[in-house]
T-cell receptor
Framework: QKEVEQDPGPLSVPEGAIVSLNCTYS??????FMWYRQYSRKGPELLMY????GNKEDGRFTAQVDKSSKYISLFIRDSQPSDSATYLC???????????FGSGTKLNVKP | DARVTQTPRHKVTEMGQEVTMRCQPI?????VFWYRQTMMQGLELLAY????????DSGMPKDRFSAEMPDATLATLKIQPSEPRDSAVYFC???????????????FGSGTQLSVL
């Protein structure tokens, strides 16, 4: 079993929809939680990061962490066609010796 | 605009040939990661350097893969001999060390698309 599980999708939504992307993990040592966005034929780019449990908002994006359930989410409000990409969750223990990535969820926002 | 530079962007080679991929991390970053991405496995960590010293290469097939940082501006990943199963996109990422206050930020290059025939 992988340490980070993520539904690969694909997920297809109409423009303006609220999107929910999720990851589960098994290692309770993970302290830092990140979301990366990867466009086709590009490298992943950091979208948001958060430490420990709680919510963090940045514009249309909200990252949520529930450490008790070992479950993290990324919400995208008012989704746009430009949000079409693969979204990867990533996690790290406190010492950042390794970043553990989910396999990515491919999102398609239809105009 | 600081970015991680990887060369070549694409490489097509025949089985048994040597492949060398290069990475120039962002100036000032002291950690460098090599990842391999495939549809089946997603992002797999191959090797990790901090201050040019290899800290973890447990994800790398030792018999054919090698990773080095000859200086702070260059990281290399070498495959010899290459096999068709090595076909994947190889990413280099760099970042600050764990005491920097920005440890969670990894910056990826655009990758090297490797095809081994």
């Amino acid at each position: 079993q992988k340490e980070v599980e993520q539904d690969p999708g694909p997920l297809s939504v109409p423009e303006g929809a609220i999107v929910s992307l999720n990851c589960t993990y098994s290692n309770s040592a993970f302290q830092y939680f990140m979301w990366y966005r990867q466009y086709s034929r590009k490298g992943p780019e950091l979208l948001m990061y958060t430490y420990s449990s709680g919510n963090k908002e940045d514009g249309r994006f909200t990252a949520q962490v529930d450490k008790s359930s070992k479950y993290i989410s990324l919400f995208i409000r008012d989704s746009q066609p430009s949000d079409s990409a693969t979204y990867l969750c990533a996690m790290s223990p406190y010492n950042f010796n390794k970043f553990y990535f989910g396999s990515g969820t491919k999102l398609n926002v239809k105009p | 605009d600081a970015r991680v530079t990887q060369t070549p962007r694409h490489k097509v080679t025949e089985m048994g040939q040597e492949v060398t991929m290069r990475c120039q991390p962002i100036l000032g970053h002291n950690t460098v990661f090599w990842y391999r991405q495939t549809m089946m496995q997603g992002l797999e960590l191959l090797a990790y350097f901090r201050n040019r010293a290899p800290l973890d290469d447990s994800g790398m097939p030792k018999d054919r893969f090698s990773a080095e940082m000859p200086d702070a501006t260059l990281a290399t990943l070498k495959i010899q001999p290459s096999e068709p199963r090595d076909s994947a996109v190889y990413f280099c990422a760099s970042g600050f060390g764990p005491v920097s206050g920005e440890s969670e930020k990894l910056f990826f290059g655009s990758g090297t698309q490797l095809s081994v025939l």
